[in-house]
């Protein structure tokens, strides 16, 4: 078999894949790598061009080295080569030298600065080009192109690895016919009627320049198309020192509906569908075999009736369930670690441990419901065993631990930080769409970590959450919800405790409405939660004035910033915080006697081992 003698120009990581391409065949051999002659000064190569050289053994040589080597190369392939060839190096060419144009022939021309053009016309479809190189500027024969949708609200800085795949797409399924030579080249001037255009950065960069008036609309398009890096941020003209809330108005503009698709896929929380559109980050999920089954298992299915936010659910905007919150977490993970089923898996099951009304009943039945969800898992070892994951990673993962970790220690959690998130977009109180918070944080070590400015803003979500949970309301409504399970327990002791490990919020309040000792009271913090008064006070005021209700854990762990230190101190965090964690409650059922016997010692009535 004849071996085509090839040179590569190039770089670019484009060019070190295009390299890699080259050298599985069989039909030619990359003889040399070419770099522009000052490419250690202006044109910087890609490390990972240089390694893959290295790794393959291609000598990387300049501009003067090719035109001063003896003999002559077949075909010659640039490849993010960054200066106009002049003849002397397409001389050096005895059947071709071909370039991958970023972007669709004959209408752009120049830079990959087109790319912000055809975004700022608000074209639908843009493209990559194989053509031949002549004296001009990207004006010669094309050979082959390829061309793909540009999907809505999305910034010029994302569009560029897509643009880079389909590039390299092209390259791959078009080599057999440009090593053969078979491809017929077409003049510009016959394609598209010959439009033409060759754009500069110069083109550009004017419209940087914001001029008022301007609609909004306008604003999010040049934001989007023209911010390829913090330098290209547009600016007002005439307006010195004041600052556009780019975050802020992406947010109102940027919405993502999944890679593939232009509508929401299925809203279905059980999975049967395979796929599931989650409102609050407004991510596509393509469930996988093991979540489809996991969703339909009682253990995951009854967490989507039990409120994340426990009694304070009936007195607040935070009536959603422990599923919506975990089928977010999964939707983070799956932006974050796609690939990390495990991490997946312990997103979905993280809290199987939960009572009914979640941490509502925690204190009173003395149960840890990190513990009782292990339980739970550890017997969903077979199913998980069956899709190839070991229950013991899942749990690992669970704990904060290992290389799936989903939280880490003393620092903000991706569950928690859904957890606020989620808070304060139903309170109505984000400052910017969840999915743009989302592209603002990573995953270092299980912990969460993001910039300053968005530490900043989850100090404010975590301020908000602490102020939620100090709310006389959601006091009042796990205090007296905590009280009547006391006393139906206290009632019904000789009958044994119900299995509140498989109980739902309905299950529990209706066990609480048929209890005679708890049956008036129960329907009263139901539909008349006035019954009972609330002030913030502790046992100071004596055991017997009224149920004393304690704020034991908070959760104002920080985020990592950059990956590095603490973004705050919590001991410093909680010191600043002015929001009272003791309560002194009054009303039905909470006599002196009742008041001084609950408030003087723990009342833990244990949970039943099989429902562990």
Same mark, same amino acid.
């Given at each position: 078999?004849?071996? =085509? ?35 250690? *000064? ?41 200066? /106009? ?8 060419? *005895? ?12 209408? +752009? ?5 087109? /790319? ?26 094309? &050979? ?5 949708? /540009? ?55 004017? &419209? ?67 796929? +599931? ?12 075999? &093991? ?10 299915? =009854? ?32 932006? #974050? ?19 009914? #009304? ?22 969903? $070892? ?5 899709? $190839? ?30 957890? +606020? ?60 919800? $905590? ?130």
């Amino acid at each position: 078999m004849m071996r =085509r003698r090839v040179a590569v120009l190039g770089v670019t990581e484009l060019t070190a894949r295009c390299l890699e391409i080259l050298a599985t065949r069989d039909d030619c051999i990359v003889e040399t790598l070419v770099v522009p002659d000052n490419a250690t *000064t202006r044109w910087g190569v890609s490390p990972l061009l240089l390694d893959t050289a290295a790794d393959l053994e291609v000598p990387v040589i300049s501009e003067s080295d090719l035109m001063s080597l003896e003999g002559t190369r077949e075909l010659g392939f640039a490849i993010g080569y960054p200066t /106009l060839l002049g003849p002397e190096v397409i001389s050096c060419f *005895t059947r071709n030298i071909v370039n991958l144009h970023l972007a669709p022939l004959p209408r +752009y021309r120049g830079s990959l600065k087109t /790319l912000s053009m055809a975004m700022l016309r608000r074209e639908r479809h843009f493209g990559v080009t194989l053509h031949q190189i002549d004296a001009g500027i990207d004006t010669g024969p094309v &050979l082959r192109k390829r061309t793909f949708p /540009l999907p809505d609200h999305t910034d010029v800085s994302d569009m560029v690895p897509l643009l880079v795949d389909e590039a390299r797409a092209l390259f791959e399924t078009s080599l057999d016919e440009l090593l053969q030579d078979t491809l017929e080249p077409i003049a510009q001037g016959e394609i598209d009627g010959g439009v033409s255009e060759l754009v500069c950065r110069a083109d550009l960069d004017h &419209l940087l320049d914001i001029r008022v008036p301007i609609t909004v609309d306008e604003l999010a398009l040049r934001r989007r198309a023209l911010t390829w890096s913090s330098a290209d941020r547009p600016r007002l003209i005439g307006a010195d020192g004041i600052e556009i809330d780019w975050r802020s108005l992406r947010g109102r503009f940027q919405r993502r509906m999944g890679p593939d698709a232009a509508e929401p896929l299925s809203a279905s929380v059980v999975g049967e569908s395979g796929a +599931y559109f989650e409102p609050v980050w407004r991510v596509n999920l393509a469930f996988t075999p &093991l979540e489809q089954e996991l969703l339909l298992h009682q253990s995951v299915r =009854r967490l989507a009736y039990v409120a994340h936010a426990g009694a304070a659910s009936i007195l607040s905007p935070q009536s959603y369930s422990r599923l919506d919150h975990s089928l977010g977490l999964l939707a983070l993970v799956s932006e #974050l670690r796609p690939d990390d089923q495990v991490m997946r898996a312990a997103a979905l099951l993280h809290d199987v441990g939960h009572l009914p #009304l979640s941490h509502t009943l925690e204190p009173i039945l003395g149960v840890d419901h990190h513990e009782n969800g292990a339980a739970v898992v550890r017997r969903m $070892g077979p199913l998980l065993d069956r899709h $190839g994951i070991r229950v013991e990673e899942v749990l690992e993962s669970m704990r904060g631990e290992g290389p799936s970790a989903l939280g880490s220690g003393d620092v903000m959690s991706l569950d928690h930080f859904e957890s +606020y998130v989620r808070s304060a977009f139903v309170h109505g109180t984000t400052r910017e769409d969840p999915l743009d918070t989302l592209r603002h944080i990573d995953l270092v070590g299980g912990a969460v970590s993001c910039d300053s400015e968005t530490a900043e803003y989850l100090r404010v979500l975590v301020r908000q959450e602490l102020q939620r949970q100090s709310h006389p309301h959601n006091a009042r409504a796990n205090a007296i919800a $905590g009280m009547l399970v006391t006393v139906a327990l206290e009632e019904s002791a000789s009958e044994g405790s119900p299995d509140f490990g498989q109980m739902i919020d309905l299950d529990l309040w209706a066990w609480l409405g048929s209890t005679p000792a708890t049956s008036l009271a129960t329907r009263d913090l139901l539909v008349s939660p006035e019954h009972w008064s609330i002030h913030a006070g502790d046992e100071s005021e004596g055991f017997d004035r009224g149920l004393i209700h304690k704020i034991s854990t908070r959760y104002v762990n920080p985020p990592l910033l950059a990956g590095g230190p603490r973004a705050w101190q919590v001991d410093e965090f909680l010191a600043q915080s002015s929001h009272p964690c003791e309560f002194v409650v009054q009303g039905p059922l909470i006599t002196q006697e009742r008041a001084r016997a609950m408030n003087s010692r723990p009342t833990v009535f244990g949970l039943r081992e099989e429902a562990r």
